[in-house]
């Protein structure tokens, strides 16, 4: 069993940065693969970004790539989610998903993560 948790969520100006972080509890982290994903507003929530168990093998979705830099530090079971040049389109939700058995052609898939956070909430305002 892991229990995320996700801060550094706040309101920001276009242009701007945050950095997320995803506290993890429970024996498997430092085994599991790490994704972030996003649900905006009226819309399903979708992909942001995924590191493996030891972090030398990242994903992110085309929209955030380039801007984006995602993250973790197995000594303090933690990751976390650089965001820079925040646009107004990437306000909502963000959600941290941990999971020891995702291939690679299913980590853009929410329903392949078994454990999430509760999420936070990211505005950038123009």
């Known amino acids: 069993q892991v229990h995320l948790v996700e801060s550094g969520g706040g309101l920001v100006q276009a242009g701007e940065s945050l950095r997320l972080s995803c506290a993890a509890s429970?024996?498997?982290?430092?085994?599991?693969?790490m994704a972030w994903f996003r649900q905006l507003p009226g819309k399903e929530r979708e992909f942001v970004a995924a590191?493996?168990?030891?972090?030398?093998?990242?994903w992110y979705a085309d929209s955030v790539k380039g801007r984006f830099t995602i993250s973790r530090d197995n000594a303090k079971n933690t990751g976390y989610l650089q965001m820079n040049t925040l646009k107004p389109e990437d306000t909502g939700v963000y959600y941290c998903?941990?999971?020891?058995?995702?291939?690679?052609?299913?980590?853009?898939?929410?329903?392949?993560?078994?454990?999430w956070g509760q999420g936070t909430q990211v505005t950038v305002s123009t």
């Open positions: 429970g024996p498997t982290f430092g085994t599991s693969g």
């Open positions: 998903a941990v999971d020891d058995n995702v291939p690679p052609r299913l980590i853009r898939r929410s329903s392949a993560w078994d454990y």
């Open positions: 590191v493996n168990y030891n972090g030398e093998n990242t």
